[in-house]
């Protein structure tokens, strides 16, 4: 497993992330997000919401990983959307990319 899904096991045990699509939408309007993962192989209709909204709240989107290794590196299932809330992790992970 890669150094940065590492980083994201370690942001989701210090309860520095949010999980799913409308609870991380909902966190970008808020300005609580630093940093998006959003699965290789998810849906249309999510990859162009999340795009969208990462585009315009100037949030760096990552989308190298797929549902499963999402999800096995925060030990739950079908992860699609993971947004990093805090901005050491954040700079951490955009770091080893």
């Known amino acids: 497993m890669s150094k ?3 980083m994201l096991g370690l942001a989701t045990r210090a309860r520095k992330v949010t999980n799913g699509e409308e ?3 909902d966190a970008i309007k808020q300005h609580q997000v630093q940093l998006v993962f959003l699965a290789s192989d998810a849906g249309q209709s999510t990859k162009k919401r999340i795009e969208n909204k990462c585009n ?3 949030i760096p989107l990552v ?3 797929t549902k499963t290794e999402l999800s096995m590196a925060t030990g739950a299932l079908n992860r699609v959307v993971i ?3 805090d901005s050491g992790f ?3 992970m955009l770091e080893l990319l």
């Open 4 to 6: 940065v899904l590492n």
């Open 56 to 58: 315009s709240n100037n």
């Open 23 to 25: 609870i991380t939408l």
């Open 63 to 65: 989308t190298e990983f």
């Open 90 to 92: 954040r700079k951490h």
């Open 83 to 85: 947004g990093v809330t």
